[in-house]
């Protein structure tokens, strides 16, 4: 009597030949929950499913206290996800925390985790930029003309550099978080100049300017 003895096939993950970071660029700066982006090469002929594959990414922080953080996708598979063609995403369950690391992504072979062959500088901030502190606006022939000091702080106090400035337009005065604000512009550098028709009846108009960072950190937005 003969029997036959069916072998698994092996893991599509043993084609992968090397895997390289892609996105967040290296030296970015990031909100806590970032999209992280890896590159895959398949060896051979062969273009393993990313079903079927299995990465890790691993943080190792590069200022103390940071803690470091390991994704395995064998271990948890949520947040994983195909991208473009042999392009795999991964975004955190939880926020990270602010500091400065250095990210690597790894392949499973089927038999043990091969790492990536570039190590990514990364930089969490999760505190947004200070308030504008004074915000100043006037009537010009043109409209109307806002300026402001550029802000060079976060809200803790420590250097930040501002990506942005965001320019709402609210129809009355009322807080922010009481009336939806009408976003009219995105800005480099103060000034700005409003140059839509003045409301019917000369209403008063109010304005509000916001600064965002790099990692798209605003005071007061709530996504």
């Not at 504008?132 to 809200?155: K, M, Q």
Request: charged share 30%; no cysteine; aromatic share 10%.
């Amino acid at each position: 009597m003969l029997a036959l003895l069916l072998l698994p096939e092996p893991a599509a993950a043993t084609t992968v030949e090397r895997v390289f970071p892609l996105a967040p660029i290296s030296g970015a700066s990031v909100g806590p929950i970032p999209l992280f982006e890896l590159g895959y090469e398949p060896l051979g002929e062969h273009d393993p499913l990313v079903r079927q594959a299995r990465f890790r990414i691993t943080l190792r922080p590069l200022r103390s206290p940071a803690p470091s953080y390991e994704f395995d996708q064998r271990a948890e598979p949520t947040g994983w996800m195909a991208g473009e063609a042999r392009h795999v995403l991964y975004r955190p369950r939880a926020p990270l925390a602010d500091g400065v690391y250095g990210w690597t992504p790894w392949f499973w072979n089927g038999t043990t985790w091969i790492r990536g062959s570039d190590e990514f500088r990364l930089r969490v901030d999760s505190v947004p930029p200070a308030e504008i502190d004074r915000l100043r606006v006037s009537r010009s022939p043109e409209g109307v003309a806002l300026d402001w000091d550029a802000v060079t702080l976060d809200r803790d106090g420590r250097p930040e550099f501002v990506a942005r400035y965001h320019v709402y337009r609210y129809e009355r005065a009322a807080d922010a978080r009481a009336i939806r604000a009408r976003r009219i512009a995105e800005v480099r550098e103060p000034p700005y100049v409003d140059r839509a028709p003045p409301p019917v009846g000369g209403e008063i108009l109010f304005y509000r300017v916001a600064a965002e960072d790099e990692a798209g950190n605003e005071p007061g937005r709530r996504d």
